[in-house]
């Protein structure tokens, strides 16, 4: 399978602790979101990035948020200092050019103790 | 920004029938509307998209229209079986830039043997 993975697929910490997430896009995808999903919700854009550069971030993305993308191949997301408000499940998805399809995995479901 | 509102939350309809979401938009700058189907735990899924030159889209049951003019956007299946159950959600987007939907809130779409 050559799509979108992320990894891990479920992460539960205690609150304050830092956690940090990988994805990793389809291969030949230059841009790289991602977004946060609450239950009952659509996903919510975080962040993203086209190749190496973080282009656009949002206002959801408080100082406790980081993301990387070093090689304009796979991408880190970490939270510090974790609140029960980021217990969530966190999505990637990549796309090829601009306005092409994006193309979502599987997610990291984030809960915090 | 943009703002998207999805309707119904939810949908219930018997195998064979037809089901019909409608979502509505505020900027009248979207020009591409993707909807994906949401599985139970799994990842949101591209099922069709539309761009703004295009006011209907076909591929086998599934249909989208679009009405630029009252912004607003439909998703029609057709022929409903069990296996379409599933939360679909629409999003908004402008093509070309940095292309970031904004989704609406999902309608979970039940269909009953």
């Known amino acids: 399978d050559t799509g979108v993975s992320q990894d891990p697929r479920h992460k539960i910490t205690k609150r304050g602790q830092n956690v940090t997430f990988r994805c990793d896009p389809i291969?030949?995808?230059?841009?790289l979101y991602w977004y946060r999903q609450t239950l009952g919700q659509g996903p919510e854009f975080l962040t993203y990035?086209?190749?190496?550069?973080?282009?656009?971030k949002s206002r959801l993305l408080s100082d406790r948020f980081s993301a990387e993308r070093p090689k304009g191949s796979f991408s880190t997301l970490e939270i510090q200092r974790t609140e029960q408000g980021d217990s969530a499940m966190y999505l990637c998805a990549s796309s090829l050019g601009e306005g092409g399809p994006q193309h979502f995995g599987d997610g990291t479901r984030l809960s915090i103790l | 920004g943009e703002n998207v509102e999805q309707h119904p939350s939810t949908l219930s309809v018997q195998e064979g029938d037809s089901a019909v979401i409608k979502c509505t938009y505020s900027d009248s700058a979207s020009n591409y509307f993707p909807w994906y189907k949401q599985e139970l735990g799994k990842r949101p899924q591209l099922i069709i998209d539309?761009?703004?030159?295009?006011g209907e889209k076909k591929d086998q049951r599934i249909a989208v229209t679009l009405n630029k003019t009252a912004k607003h956007f439909s998703l029609h299946i057709t022929e409903t079986q069990p296996e379409d159950s599933a939360v679909y959600f629409c999003?908004?987007?402008?093509?070309?830039?940095?292309?970031?939907?904004?989704f609406g809130r999902g309608t979970s779409l039940i269909v009953h043997p």
């Open positions: 999003a908004a987007s402008i093509r070309g830039g940095s292309y970031i939907p904004t």
């Open positions: 990035f086209q190749n190496e550069a973080q282009l656009e």
């Open positions: 291969s030949e995808h230059n841009r």
């Open positions: 539309i761009r703004s030159n295009v």
